[in-house]
């Protein structure tokens, strides 16, 4: 009946009294966490840079591998190994005193090798969101759904990957830079090499400073 809708509404109206304030304090509670929070981090980044972008890496190399695990995402985890694997030798490798002569050109060689892989991935899948998007894959008789997917994994292994060997990048440098470092009692340290030899590894230059190295350039 009626009469009965009314009273139960009525009753509902009663038992949640009041939720909307309590919604009102957990939305002003969540945003004053997170201006906090971006404070913390902000502060935590400038005072002590190393922890912080050891932290993050950390968090971003691992976590992704529990949702891998979880979600049974085969591809990536074969992926996240090979790479894992051989970026743990490249630092292990450049966090080693005295560093090896050999070791600089091959940091450098393996990232820049992961930079231009990862750029040509996300380019290709910019390019399939957008195709997709303006339904040219309607031409090549592929489904929106299949086009997308495709398009956003690839932008997404692009993103993730040229990210992470970015700050693996970093934190090899760092360590490299501090290993290579000399000193001098006379003064200014100085070196004095010839035009077709490295300052910082003493290896032979195979690429000229004007040329386009496939996986190394001079500068």
Not at 1 to 24: C, D, F, I, W
Not at 46 to 57: A, G, K
Not at 69 to 76: D, E, S, Y
Not at 131 to 137: E, I, R, S, V
Request: with cysteine; aromatic share 16%.
């Amino acid at each position: 009946p009626p009469s009965r809708g009314r009273v139960e509404h009525a009753r509902m109206h009663a038992k949640h009294r009041g939720h909307e304030a309590m919604h009102a304090e957990m939305v002003l509670i969540l945003i004053a966490t997170l201006v906090v929070a971006q404070l913390l981090l902000v502060q935590w980044k400038q005072r002590h840079p190393r922890s912080y972008n050891m932290v993050t890496l950390f968090q971003m190399w691992v976590v992704p591998l529990y949702f891998t695990v979880k979600l049974n995402w085969w591809r990536f985890l074969v992926i996240w190994v090979l790479f894992s694997a051989v970026t743990a030798f490249v630092t292990f490798r450049a966090t080693r005193k005295p560093l090896v002569q050999t070791t600089p050109r091959l940091v450098y060689k393996w990232f820049l090798l992961i930079y231009k892989i990862s750029y040509a991935t996300g380019i290709v899948g910019y390019m399939a969101v957008m195709f997709t998007l303006f339904g040219l894959n309607l031409l090549f008789r592929i489904k929106p759904e299949d086009a997308m997917d495709f398009g956003i994994s690839l932008l997404f292994y692009g993103l993730y990957y040229g990210v992470l060997e970015r700050d693996f990048a970093e934190m090899c440098a760092d360590y490299m830079a501090s290993t290579i470092g000399f000193y001098s009692a006379s003064g200014m340290p100085t070196k004095h090499l010839s035009d077709s030899v490295c300052a910082v590894c003493g290896q032979q230059i195979f690429v000229d400073v004007n040329e386009e190295g496939i996986i190394e350039n001079t500068y």
